[in-house]
């Protein structure tokens, strides 16, 4: 870092972030025993299971955060910080896509060595390792903390990127419909967090939270099949019908 203002400004919204990886890192003290005992076993279908409630979960408890994150990120460092900590904004919200990207890399690595793939599992780490340091050594002498937000970030989709290709020929969740649903439940929590914020500007970011998440949690409950993480069959030929009109 450039000072120590920037170090201590990065440091707490690193704070911050790892809140919200907390909250999404739950699931994986749970199920990444029991896929590593599934994979070691050769039991694939009680692998891929495990393997689409695990990806559902995480996925379903990450996107709410990172929609949060970005749009509430100073009122949320003044509630865990205090107001001097208001500069480290723009960094909490470089860092909210890692409690996203952090998840899918761990479960992408972790599961290659159940399958005796080790030295992939060191290619995808080394690879994190590398980009991190990259990217520090270019960019923090001159954007200082900035830099180190972004390459971190940066370091996790790399991560993430070599762990799903080396991962590509073993079991897949099924994740099309996951992808809309939360891309829809996302949309409607961001528009209920700028509603909010206009119309009700001194409500306290706590009732602003269990608010869009309500919300977010209604459409991901109406909109998704239990299960293998599909759409309800009402919603899908409902959709199929809507893109049927416009074609």
Partial sequence: MRSSEELGLYSAALRVT??????????????MPQLSKAASQGDTDREQKLTQWFVTGSVLLAVPVVTTGLLL???ISELFLTASFRDSVPLIRLLMPVVLLAPVAGFCCSRLIPHGRERQYLVCVGAGAGVNVVLNLLFIPRYGAHAAAIATAFAELAVAVCGC???RDLVRPKIKALLVVTGVGAGLMAMTILI???HLPSLH????????????????????????AGLKREWYVKLQRLATLHT
């Fill in 18 to 31: 790892a809140v919200g990886m907390t909250l999404v890192g739950v699931l994986g003290p749970v199920f």
């Fill in 205 to 228: 970011v706590a009732a602003t939270i269990v608010c869009a998440a309500s919300v977010y949690a209604l459409v991901c409950r109406t909109l998704l099949k239990r299960g293998d």
């Fill in 73 to 75: 990120a100073e009122p």
């Fill in 196 to 198: 909010i914020g206009r």
């Fill in 165 to 167: 290709y080396f991962s």
